[in-house]
């Protein structure tokens, strides 16, 4: 929305980020089988602007998970919408932990 748009625009980076750390998280929340606290982002690349209009798409994958911890690489493409070609936008990878209801990291399932 033009609301979430700098003067030339684009989308703000900021708005781009929260998008792909709720994509991050749903993995994240599966593979924990509860609540997860995003505790890093690494890594974050933005390769090109996002114009409004523009069709943005998130894809993320688990890369590694420790004892309490998921590593969640994303990445977000965009297709404007006068054409069909795609293109990465911007990529980071997401650190969660999962965590219990006190908010304190619990291990994932099958962890010790």
Request: contains cysteine.
């Amino acid at each position: 929305m033009p609301a979430d748009t700098n003067p030339e625009g684009d989308i703000f980076g900021g708005w781009l980020l929260a998008q792909m750390d709720l994509a991050g998280s749903t993995p994240a929340f599966d593979l924990a089988q509860g609540r997860c606290a995003t505790i890093a982002v690494d890594a974050m690349v933005f390769h090109q602007p996002v114009s409004v209009g523009d069709e943005v798409s998130l894809y993320a994958q688990i890369i590694k998970s420790g004892r309490t911890s998921i590593r969640v690489k994303v990445e977000a493409w965009k297709r404007p919408r006068s054409t069909h070609e795609v293109s990465r936008v911007t990529e980071g990878v997401f650190t969660y932990v999962a965590i219990d209801q006190d908010r304190k990291p619990r291990p994932l399932p099958g962890q010790v």
